[in-house]
């Protein structure tokens, strides 16, 4: 009854009125469409939805359904998000799913090649957020990542910082490129004049 009301409502609004392709003019049908979408159950491997559409007609107060069309949904589209891969400045922490200990991590950092990775990483880290660790980065991965939601939170607020002093630091140079391009402009203009008056 409340969708019915609201769809009443919006009907009798003219400026909501759109016209409708292979709409029937002798109707008085002001368009509003209606959709109703189902819920996935969480059990479901493989996810399948069905969606209803009604169109309101106000000449004879009611929905009639409708079929509707849904695009980019099926095989035909795989290709389009199999090429996909994400861009992240962030460095790739491999997730062992032992349980990381500081004994373990201690132990990997001591040798050579741990240690280069660990300087790489943590240069990689430093262009997006200064200030964290790698160590700590590595805690929020694997299965005891829910005891260090407080370091998840320090390294958002160290993106941010990051972020901000990006920001000041363009800004800085906007200014710095404005103040030389008035100064060529002045420049030009002298000269100008210069070859103007000889």
């Known amino acids: 009854m409340r969708e019915f009301s609201v769809t009443r409502s919006l009907?009798?609004?003219?400026?909501?009125?759109?016209?409708?392709?292979?709409?029937?003019?002798?109707?008085?049908?002001?368009?509003s469409i209606f959709l109703l979408f189902t819920t996935p159950l969480h059990d479901q491997c493989i996810q399948t939805n069905q969606y209803r559409a009604f169109q309101f007609r106000s000449s004879k107060p009611s929905f009639n359904?409708?079929?509707?069309?849904?695009?980019?949904?099926?095989?035909?589209?795989?290709?389009?998000?199999?090429?996909?891969?994400?861009?992240?400045?962030?460095?790739?922490?491999?997730?062992?799913?032992?349980n990381l200990t500081a004994m373990n991590e201690d132990r990997n950092e001591e040798n050579v090649s741990g240690t280069k990775e660990t300087e790489k990483d943590q240069a990689l880290l430093d262009t997006c957020a200064e200030g964290m660790q790698v160590g700590r980065l590595s805690l929020l991965i694997g299965p005891g990542a829910t005891n260090y939601t407080a370091g998840l939170e320090d390294?958002?607020?160290?993106?941010?910082?990051?972020?901000?002093?990006?920001?000041?630091?363009?800004?800085?140079?906007?200014?710095?490129?404005?103040?030389?391009?008035n100064l060529n402009r002045k420049l030009r203009y002298k000269v100008a004049r210069s070859t103007g008056v000889e």
């Open 155 to 181: 390294l958002y607020e160290k993106m941010l910082s990051k972020i901000e002093s990006l920001a000041r630091l363009v800004e800085t140079s906007s200014a710095k490129v404005l103040e030389q391009e």
């Open 11 to 31: 009907s009798s609004t003219p400026n909501l009125s759109l016209p409708i392709q292979n709409a029937d003019f002798n109707s008085l049908f002001a368009p």
């Open 65 to 98: 359904p409708l079929s509707i069309d849904i695009v980019n949904i099926g095989p035909a589209f795989r290709g389009h998000y199999g090429s996909f891969s994400p861009n992240s400045t962030l460095p790739f922490l491999n997730c062992d799913l032992r």
